[in-house]
């Protein structure tokens, strides 16, 4: 049973840095792309960035950009998400997700807050 359990969240000053993990479970990684998505009250779902499993060729949303690292470590099966500069708007509920296209697959994680508040 696939499992994304999410961990790094908290309260930091506009500014501070966070660093968010996602530990995965009960799937093999090759042909998904693992991502994070975030979600402030009463926004939508966005995606913030995602890294493939199979070539590490890595998305940014234009809003995190030159902010936010996403790395994996394969052997550890776990994703890693490095915010860095974080302003009041990064402040959302943080999800870990696991895509594949062929066959479909969705694995979502339990999410993680992200407060950014001076």
């Known amino acids: 049973q696939a499992q994304l359990v999410e961990s790094g969240g908290g309260l930091v000053q506009p500014g501070g840095s966070l660093k968010l993990s996602c530990v995965l479970s009960g799937f093999t990684l090759e042909n998904y792309a693992i991502g994070w998505f975030r979600q402030a009250p009463g926004k939508e779902r966005e995606g913030v960035s995602c890294i493939s499993a199979n070539d590490g060729s890595t998305y940014y949303a234009d809003s995190v950009k030159d902010r936010f690292t996403i790395s994996l470590d394969n052997a550890k099966k776990t994703v890693y998400l490095q915010m860095n500069s974080l302003r009041l708007e990064d402040t959302a509920v943080y999800y870990c997700?696991?895509?594949?296209?062929?066959?479909?697959?969705?694995?979502w994680g339990q999410g993680t807050q992200v407060t950014v508040s001076s």
């Open positions: 997700n696991a895509h594949r296209v062929l066959p479909p697959r969705d694995y």
